[in-house]
């Protein structure tokens, strides 16, 4: 739900999150260069689970709802989830323990590469404890802000999370927002102090921390190091002790809630699954409340991390199920699933993802228009919270503005095109949505809207039809040591932020929450606010201003008549290039004569050509276009 706040308006639970002062990854790191084919790690981990390896079908039936455990690992970007993942995946007998076992459930190669969670994933641990065995629903999440949707949607198919924090960073900022997401969820909370093994590394003062921001006692935290397996094990038996088993009923009609899905070519829509009620199992026909279309179930099966088929799965557990479907719309997250004519009250679903980033896309050749069709329609069936309209520019051809969750996602969104589908694209600048509320009833018919959202700057209404504009706003919370907090004050002022909160969550460190205007921090705020702490603030736009026009001057093609390029911040002019004009020899024909006539000559030449400015339109060639834009993502 969007709320109007002040002038603005926010999104519901999106939280935007910085952290200051820490030596965490930057989110507006350059691409690395695209690399084709999968690295040797990514092949040998493939090589261990190809589906002909796959085990005969399990029986799931032998897992009671009081042994089954679903819970999630949540973190701050870089705390070590992923690790932690897979040590739990080792102890239990899921994965070999071997030294190639990093990271084993982030599968996208761009998620290998830069080291993030993008994708959550979900694996089924069997765990052996005091003469039981547990059946322990490890669904990964992403660590970043522009996938707190992901982390939500795993969340709603658990019952408890770990809280995973570093030992030497201590509490940051997502630490914050997504112990927020489990505690709205009501879920159990297990905090987890990880990388002890440090050097620098704190555990008191961060079990105080919190103690501090989260009310939980100190006694509860596990001081591990995932790197090291050391008290790992700790780890496991907490999660059977604190978080409670589902609440769930097998003997009532199924329902099925559909927490994500992929789609495979060759078998369709996999979707992953929480069973809230009943049982499901092949040949069952199940209906999609969504669509209330009606599907034949050819698989089902748990993740263990690979695909693993099962005979029935059961209330209480998690798993994959597929039913033929042939597009993830057809599985929307959020979904429930019942038996056919054994209809049941849907399942509170999900928002939706409400894309808070829009940019063009291009394609560089237009002759590559349907293939990057193709490619976007694909990769959008896998992430759906991406949104595509079709659009065009007179300067870049036909193309497609489309809608991320973050300026990550899109960077993300553009590798995965150009690593898994060989796409060349330009993107423009990104921009957040408008909101403008328009001033007659006249209009309001035509638009059949008082209010109407803008995702193209093209398409800004006249200021004579609207009576308002509302822009997107966020709370971020910033977690910075003291030193900086002047300076981090008057950045936020600066970025019209409005301030909510301040406390100290120890001696030397504030955590400060603000409102912000999206598209004050969307696209360089981060930076801006890493440079403060490394005391080297500076202002971009004319470095940013001058590259820009030296692009220009290098592509146009010259004219008769002299061109001059600028660049400007309003109506200050920050940069200025000029292309030289031709010049034609107007003198070749005089031989001789005297100095007069040749003067009048070039006089009359040089009126010429003022007249020409005057009145000259250049045409600007596509290239130089994609020129400067290239100049821009490169930056
Ligand atoms: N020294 C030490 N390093 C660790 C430990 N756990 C994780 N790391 C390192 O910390 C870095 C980040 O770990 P990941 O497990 O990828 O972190 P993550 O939280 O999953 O990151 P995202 O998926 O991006 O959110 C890696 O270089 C790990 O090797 C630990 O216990 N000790």
Redesign the pocket.
């Known amino acids: 739900m969007w709320t109007l706040v002040g002038r603005g308006w926010s999104h519901g639970r999106a939280l935007a999150v910085w952290a200051a002062g820490t030596a965490q ?1 930057g989110r507006l790191e350059p691409l690395p260069t695209p690399t084709c084919g999968a690295p040797a790690e990514f092949r040998a981990w493939d090589r261990l689970y190809t589906s002909a390896e796959r085990k005969e079908k399990i029986d799931m039936s032998r897992f009671s709802v009081e042994n089954i455990r679903n819970f999630s ?1 949540i ?12 040590r739990l995946l080792e102890l239990t007998g899921t994965i070999d323990k071997t030294k190639n076992n ?2 084993v459930l ?1 599968k996208l190669q761009v ?1 290998r590469e ?4 993008v994708k959550a994933q979900t694996a089924s641990l069997f765990y052996n404890w005091e003469g039981k065995q547990y059946l322990l629903n490890l669904i ?5 802000v522009d996938f707190s949707y992901e982390v939500s949607r795993s969340l709603s198919a658990c019952q408890g999370v770990l809280l ?1 924090v ?2 030497n960073e201590g509490i940051q900022a997502q630490t914050v927002a997504n112990f927020f997401l489990a505690f709205e969820a009501q879920l159990s909370v297990i905090p987890v102090i ?5 050097k620098n590394a704190d555990p008191e003062r961060v079990e105080k921390q919190i103690e501090k921001v989260f009310d939980i006692p100190s006694d509860e935290c596990i001081k ?5 397996g ?1 008290n790992v094990e700790r780890v496991l038996q907490a999660v059977i002790e604190r978080i409670p088993p589902p609440k769930v009923h097998r003997k009532n009609p199924l329902r099925a809630l559909v927490f994500d899905s992929t789609f495979d070519q060759y078998r369709g829509v996999i979707a992953n699954v929480a069973l809230f009620d009943g049982v499901v199992s092949k040949g069952d026909k199940i209906v999609s409340a969504h669509t209330k279309k009606i599907h034949e179930v050819n698989e089902v099966g748990v993740l263990n991390p690979n695909e693993q088929p099962a005979h029935k799965l059961y209330a209480g557990q998690v798993g994959y199920l597929i039913a033929g479907m042939k597009d993830v719309t057809e599985a929307q997250i959020g979904d429930t699933l019942y038996l056919h004519k054994q209809q049941v009250e849907p399942l509170p679903g999900f928002k939706s993802a409400k894309p808070m980033v829009f940019a063009g896309m291009y394609p560089i050749d237009q002759s590559e228009y349907n293939n990057l069709k193709s490619a976007i329609e694909k990769l959008t069936i896998n992430d759906s919270s991406v949104t595509v309209h079709r659009d065009s520019s007179l300067a870049l051809g036909a193309g497609w503005r489309l809608g991320f969750l973050g300026l990550l996602h899109m960077e993300v969104f553009n590798q995965r095109l150009e690593q898994e589908y060989n796409a060349s694209v330009i993107l423009t600048t990104p921009t957040v949505p408008y909101k403008a509320v328009l001033s007659s009833a006249k209009l309001i018919k035509e638009y059949r809207e008082k209010e109407i959202t803008i995702i193209n700057p093209a398409q800004f209404p006249e200021k004579s039809k609207v009576t308002e504009y509302l822009e997107p706003v966020v709370l971020g919370t910033i977690i910075t040591p003291d030193e900086y907090t002047g300076k981090v004050m008057m950045l936020c002022q600066a970025r019209r932020a409005v301030q909510k909160n301040m406390i100290f969550i120890d001696q030397n460190r504030v955590m400060l929450k603000y409102l912000f205007p999206l598209n004050e921090i969307v696209v360089d705020f981060y930076d801006s606010l890493k440079s403060l702490s490394s005391g080297y603030a500076r202002d971009k736009a004319h470095s940013v201003g001058k590259a820009i026009c030296e692009r220009l001057k290098d592509s146009l093609p010259r004219q008769l008549f002299e061109i001059a390029i600028q660049a400007a911040v309003g109506s200050k002019i920050i940069a200025r290039e000029t292309v030289k004009a031709y010049r034609k020899n107007v003198l070749a024909k005089c031989y001789g004569g005297d100095i007069t006539r040749k003067m009048k000559l070039l006089k009359r030449q040089a009126e010429g050509k003022k007249k020409l400015r005057k009145v000259g339109n250049i045409e600007v060639p596509r290239d130089a276009f994609i020129k400067v834009l290239k100049t821009q993502s490169d930056k």
């Not at 830069?114 to 969670?117: A, F, H, Q």
């Not at 990964?140 to 970043?144: R, Y």
């Open positions: 990854r690992i973190a701050h970007v870089d705390h070590g989830k992923s690790t932690l993942a897979d990093k990271q982030d998620e830069r080291g993030i969670t990964d999440t992403p660590g970043h995973v570093d030992a990880n990388k002890i093994d440090l591990i190091s995932a790197k090291l050391t």
